[in-house]
Nanobody
Framework: QVQLEESGGGLVHTGDSLRLSCGVSGRTFSTLAMGWFRQAPGRKREFVAMISGAGAQTNYGDSVKGRFTISRDNARNTMYLQMNSLKPEDTAAYFC???????????????????WGKGTLVTVSS
């Protein structure tokens, strides 16, 4: 059973930086495409970023391009999301996700992404 666990959320101020981590167990990490989604209260789940198994390909949601960076360390079975220049509108629960494929499923058929973490809360105060 694949298990994902997020960490690193917290309360920060506008303009601050924060790094989220996602640890994975239960499967060879490098065989998984990984990504992040977020959901703010009362809003739909939003695609944030994704990264291929080897880390060579990445993709970002328009609202975070140029501010967030996704990366992974396959030796540590861990994925990261470096968030810079945070804004109040970045406030949300951030969810780590994993899937066997790096494909358009991540933004066209989100409900079919195979594995999900429980989320970590990021709050950005103005």
């Amino acid at each position: 059973q694949v298990q994902l666990e997020e960490s690193g959320g917290g309360l920060v101020h506008t303009g601050d930086s924060l790094r989220l981590s996602c640890g994975v167990s239960g499967r060879t990490f490098s065989t998984l495409a990984m990504g992040w989604f977020r959901q703010a209260p009362g809003r739909k789940r939003e695609f944030v970023a994704m990264i291929s198994g080897a880390g060579a390909q990445t993709n970002y949601g328009d609202s975070v391009k140029g501010r967030f960076t996704i990366s992974r360390d396959n030796a540590r079975n861990t994925m990261y999301l470096q968030m810079n220049s945070l804004k109040p509108e970045d406030t949300a629960a951030y969810f780590c996700a994993a899937d066997s494929s790096y494909s358009s499923k991540w933004f066209l058929q989100t409900d079919r992404v195979e594995y999900w973490g429980k989320g970590t809360l990021v709050t950005v105060s103005s």
